[in-house]
């Protein structure tokens, strides 16, 4: 496996410009091949046509740096006679991840359509998604268990690849409500590969997650380890991924990414999007976040008694934004690739729950009162990634720290502590 970032695309006639030169010309516009005709300002009889073909597939890497004439004066032809134009349809797309990853896409050029039925996000994200970004996208209300809406969408726009993150994901729940876990992310995500299939779309990146390791004695984990989730919400994401394993072996044009998720948190830096859980939250994260919020009076800290230097748990947390830009990664990668992989996204270093604690009172200027409870069941001692898979393959790694989790965090809290509100 190489890494490999060149990206396929559509091409189309889009439009002839004609315009007068002026100095310090820029024509910036990345996800487009344009060819230009330029005509140079001394028409004796000799008109010279230079002809350039300037070609930007970078996504959003030194856009800036494409074309520049300088000359006084002059008529520019321009003809996009191509343009990329590489939809990608995500689903559960207004979630915590979903949110942020359409953000990293549309940053990075891609087009989007958005699909989510609204259960457990708000389309109130969505609208702060383009508000961020400036960019406008289709966004389809429909629930991956009805398989006609869901048809319908894949027949409505030519998508070239599915970012897919829709899916029930509270742990605790899960064991309360198998097997409404087991049909709704079982089926939606059959439903989905049956349209995928009818349409024409082999590409996927797939929301897995760290869960299915299960509780490994051996740390860090690492893609090839056995897997063994403890959990019916683990369950399903190994499940996905043998599905879309099968998938690959039985067609050879098909491609998936299986993304292990370790611990997601902090927000957009503009503090406009975050994580908005439900209730009383069950992550660390964002439960310390309402504590320094006012909206909770203390932490407790599930368990003192762990095998580690301070005695309480250790998690690879990861910024939300990091865990975006690891999406367009992999899909880069996807869309030149067939088979089904798996890469951890991990920073590779784990934090004690009291050094997120400690983390978060630094970024917020805040206490955290908190009080040493028993272990949860079903927690590891430690938990993180070995991520050199995802950067040797795909050329990512994380590169925000635990204090930019913890401060924008603290900004999306602070300005929304209410979440989306209603
Ligand atoms: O109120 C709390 C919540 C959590 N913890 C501790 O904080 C650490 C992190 O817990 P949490 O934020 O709940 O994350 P995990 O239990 O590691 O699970 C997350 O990470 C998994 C990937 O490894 C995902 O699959 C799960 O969906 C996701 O909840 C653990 O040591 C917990 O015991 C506390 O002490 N108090």
Sequence with gaps: METQSSIPFLLRISSIHVGILRSDFLYDHSMRITFMGYINGRMRGNVRIIFLCVVSVNFGVGRAAMVM???????????????????????????YIGSHTCVSLLEAGFDIVAIDNFANSKPEALSRVQEITGKTFSIHSVDMLDAKALDAVF?????????HFA???????????????????????????????????????????????????????????????????????????QILRDIAVADDQFGAALLRYFNPVGAHGSGRIGEDPQGIPNNLVPYVAQVAV??????????????????????DYIHVM????????????????????AFNLGTGKGSSVLEVVHAFEQASGVRIPYHIGPRRPGDAARSFADPSKAQQVLGWRATKTLDDMCADTWKWQKQNPNGYGE
């Design 69 to 95: 004439f300088r000359r006084e004066f002059g008529i520019v032809v321009m003809m996009d006679i191509l343009e990329v134009a590489c939809l990608i349809l995500v689903t559960g797309a207004a979630g």
């Design 155 to 163: 027949a409505e726009e030519n998508m070239e690849a599915v970012i």
């Design 167 to 241: 899916g029930l994901k509270a742990v605790g729940e899960s064991v309360a409500q198998p097997l409404r876990y087991y049909e709704n992310n079982l089926v939606s995500t059959i439903n989905l590969c049956k349209s995928m299939k009818k349409h024409h779309v082999n590409k996927i990146v797939f929301s897995s997650s760290a869960t299915v390791y299960g509780a490994q004695e051996q740390v860090p984990l690492r893609e090839d380890m056995p897997i063994a989730p403890v959990n019916p919400y683990g369950q399903t994401k190994a499940m996905i991924e």
């Design 294 to 315: 006012g909206k909770r009076a203390e932490l407790t800290v599930h368990g003192g008694d762990y095998d580690t230097p301070d005695g309480t748990g250790i998690r």
């Design 322 to 341: 990091d865990l975006a830009e690891g999406h367009v990664k992999a899909l880069s990668w996807v869309l030149n690739h067939t088979g089904a992989e």
